[in-house]
Each structure stands twice: as structure tokens, then as C-alpha cells.
């Protein structure tokens, strides 16, 4: 895709203003195709595709989780490791409406807000990753190692396997 034709999101603009390289994949938008049609779609693997979820603890305060797409994030474990009684899923129009983004093309970068990022700590083991340039439908590959520099996750074990 030419860089012309990329679609500027708030994310996108973060990328750009922080000089992190991507490359941005453009794919067809599947409702409920989840991080297994993105990664098939691509052709890559799904351990390599970021999940970006925004959730929020016992007192309402929304916070982003970043997963690898072929694993699910134990609550219960996560609220253990920062010290919170519970975290539970937003629902998806809570979701929107911290993020600025649509359930589904939402991305850490460029959030209507600003809120804590907390990260499985293998995802910046990973030499690349594919996560969501603030639309649905659009990846961008980049090095794990500019998101940490850029979003400065807490880095935390709480994978399951999906």
C-alpha cells in the first residue's frame, strides 16, 4: 500500500510524530474474525499478532492490556500483579469511548485518553509484531521494542492459553 493511501489515524500520527518505522497491512475486516483471521489473512502467526483490550478495575478506571493473539489474559492474574482487587473487560461501548476506537480496530497508540498499558512481558521477546493502526482492518508491523519505548508498558506474566 502506498504510504499516500494509508489511512491517518490517531495511531498512525503517533507512529509518525515518535519516527517508529512500520509497515502497514491492510486486510478484509471480518466481525468477530478475532487475531485468527488478521494472522491468516496475513499469513503470519497468530502469537505475533497483538491483541490491544481495554479494561477496567474495581473502581471503573480503564486501563489497555496487550496480549499475544493466541492467548487470553487471566484477570484474576493481572489483578494479583499490580496490586487491584478485580479487572474485568470493558464492554465495547466503554471500550470506545476511552480508547476513541471502535471494538475491533482499536490500538494502543493514540488513545482518547490516557490510561495505564500493561503488556505480557514475552510479546517483547518477539522480533516483530503486527498490531492495530487504529482501524479495523489495518495492522502495522513493528519492533516490540519501539512500542515499549513509546508506550513504556508495565511488562507482566499473565498469558493463558486460549
Known amino acids: 500500500m ?11 500520527r503517533v507512529l509518525r510524530a515518535a519516527g ?34 481495554i479494561m477496567e478495575d474495581d473502581q471503573k ?13 487471566s484477570t484474576r492474574n493481572l489483578a494479583r500483579a499490580i496490586g487491584l482487587r478485580s479487572i474485568q473487560p470493558c464492554q465495547p ?17 493514540g ?3 490516557s490510561m495505564p498499558v500493561y503488556m505480557q512481558r514475552s510479546i517483547a521477546d518477539l522480533p516483530r509484531i503486527y498490531i492495530n493502526g487504529g482501524r479495523r482492518g489495518m495492522l502495522v508491523e513493528l519492533d516490540p521494542a519501539d512500542l515499549v519505548r513509546v508506550l513504556k508498558p508495565q511488562l507482566v506474566d499473565v498469558a493463558t492459553i486460549a
Open 2 to 12: 502506498a504510504r499516500d493511501n494509508l489511512p491517518v489515524t490517531a495511531a498512525i
Open 20 to 53: 517508529i518505522p512500520f509497515v502497514p497491512h491492510v486486510y478484509d475486516y471480518e466481525p468477530r474474525g478475532g487475531t485468527a483471521h488478521s494472522a491468516a489473512s496475513l499469513g503470519v502467526d497468530e502469537h505475533a499478532v497483538i491483541k490491544t483490550l
Open 61 to 73: 478506571r480503564p486501563l489497555v492490556v496487550l496480549m499475544h493473539g493466541d492467548r487470553e489474559v
Open 93 to 109: 461501548a466503554e471500550a470506545d469511548r476511552h480508547s476513541g476506537y471502535q471494538v475491533g480496530g482499536t490500538s494502543p497508540f
Open 111 to 113: 488513545t482518547r485518553r
